[in-house]
């Protein structure tokens, strides 16, 4: 068997990997579940083993297990962001449907977390991949302008308001110790800079959830298997996932009455 042959046969075997492996829809199926972990440690979790608390340590090791496990959804969902910007028609649309999915979900968000339909001292997650897309157009603007140290420079001071905006909003802030806003931005910047080296990307993404409490690492790894296909064929499929966050709060928001 000549080189040739060889090259056909590892070219053939990676496209039928990659045929096999997690498209886009299958992602977003991943994540919305990851997701609903999150809302249910704060509202189904409490009926069902009662108020997390010191003296009842079974409710809280299942909101606690729930809430972290939760976390894996964050480098898909950041990666999903990436890839919208890659591939979408109009970058302002797409930033649109971001925010206006940040602010539906934001009343029933607050009921959750603080108790009140609104609370201006903590804002939902969906800021975060907000506030990554606005810095990632921004930082390949700046890319597609400017060169050297001036480039490096302005991406630099970008990236550092970016992570002020979701540390004083206080965005996406989970267990006091998870910054999920500050880490959206942070795996949507190492999706950008290396999606040329793919193993490194994914390498470089997998230490970075590692650090952070773990989980994120298991959702990178989820991200290794994808296919970069669709994975749905019909329009309306991807309003679903859209509409499927700011739901799922608003149950659980109706739960806690």
Do not use: D, E, T
């Given at each position: 068997m000549n080189d040739i042959e060889m090259a056909k046969i590892r070219r053939e075997s990676g496209e039928t990997r990659r045929r096999r492996g997690l498209s886009v829809f299958r992602l977003k199926v991943i994540g919305a579940v990851f997701m609903a972990l999150s809302v249910a440690s704060t509202t189904v979790?409490?009926?069902?083993f009662g108020a997390p608390a010191a003296d009842n340590m079974t409710g809280l090791t299942a909101a606690v297990v729930c809430e972290v496990a939760s976390w894996c959804a964050v480098p898909i969902y950041s990666w999903l962001v990436y890839n919208g910007w890659k591939h979408t028609r109009s970058r302002m649309r797409y930033a649109g449907r971001l925010f206006v999915v940040a602010m539906l979900a934001g009343l029933p968000y607050d009921?959750?977390?603080t108790g009140h339909w609104f609370d201006a001292h903590t804002h939902n997650p969906v800021?975060?991949?907000?506030?990554?897309?606005?810095?990632l157009v921004a930082v390949d603007w700046i890319a597609r302008h400017y060169a050297g140290f001036v480039r490096w420079v302005m991406t630099v001071a970008l990236i550092l308001a970016g992570v002020l905006w979701n540390v004083m909003l206080q965005i996406g802030v989970s267990q006091r110790v998870m910054y999920t806003g500050v880490l959206a931005l942070a795996f949507v910047l190492v999706f950008y800079f290396l999606s040329a080296h793919e193993n490194t990307m994914m390498f470089t993404a997998g230490l970075l959830g590692a650090v952070m409490c773990i989980t994120p690492g298991i959702g990178v790894a989820f991200?290794?298997?994808r296919n970069d296909r669709l994975g749905y064929e019909r329009p309306w499929a991807k309003w679903v996932f859209y509409a499927l966050y700011p739901a799922m709060l608003?149950?659980?928001a109706l739960l806690t009455l």
């Open positions: 979790i409490p009926l069902i009921k959750i977390m800021w975060g991949l907000f506030f990554a897309y606005v810095v991200l290794h298997y608003l149950l659980g």
